[in-house]
C-alpha cells in the first residue's frame, strides 16, 4: 500500500499520537497510527506516558496538522484540558481528536470544549482518516 496522497496536489496531513497520562494501554493508538499511514497520513507515535507537556512540545517541534489522544485511563477531561491550555499559551491552534472509552456525557464536553471529534473502541480507519481530513483543511 502507498503513503502518497491520492491526488499528486494534495498535501500529506501530518498527525501527533499521542498517550497521555499513566495508562498504559496502546495498542489501539497503534492499530490507529498504522491505520492512518497506511491510509497515507505522515504519523509520529509518542509512545506511553506522555506529559501534556510532551505532547504539546512534539506537536510544535514535528509541527503537525493534527493532534490525536489516545486516553483510556479515565482522564480524558483534565488532560486535554491541560493540552488545550498549553497550546493556547504557545498561541497555537492544532485540531485534537480523541480515542478511548469515554461515556457520551464526556464525549460531548470534551467536544464542547473544541475537540473535533471523539472515537470509541471499534471506530473504523476510515472513519477516523475522514475525520481527520475534513479537520485539517
Keep these: 500500500m502507498t503513503n502518497a496522497p491520492s491526488d499528486s496536489s494534495d498535501r ?3 498527525v501527533l499520537v499521542a498517550k497521555p ?3 498504559g494501554h496502546d495498542r489501539g493508538a497503534k492499530v490507529v497510527a498504522r491505520g492512518l499511514r497506511d491510509s497515507g497520513f505522515e504519523v509520529i507515535y509518542t509512545g506511553l506516558h506522555q506529559t501534556p507537556e510532551m505532547v504539546v512540545s512534539a506537536a510544535l517541534q514535528e509541527d ?3 493532534i490525536g489522544l489516545s486516553i483510556l485511563s479515565g482522564a480524558h ?3 486535554v484540558t491541560a493540552i488545550q491550555e498549553l497550546l493556547k499559551k504557545q498561541g497555537v491552534q492544532k485540531p485534537i481528536f480523541v480515542g478511548g472509552i469515554i ?3 464526556d464525549a460531548r464536553q ?3 470544549s473544541g475537540v ?3 472515537f470509541g473502541p471499534g471506530s473504523a480507519i476510515g472513519e477516523i482518516a475522514s475525520k481527520i481530513r475534513e479537520i485539517a483543511q
Design 12 to 14: 500529506i496531513i501530518r
Design 21 to 23: 497520562g499513566l495508562d
Design 64 to 66: 503537525v496538522d493534527v
Design 77 to 79: 477531561i483534565p488532560l
Design 103 to 105: 461515556p457520551e456525557d
Design 110 to 112: 470534551l467536544q464542547a
Design 116 to 118: 473535533a471529534a471523539v
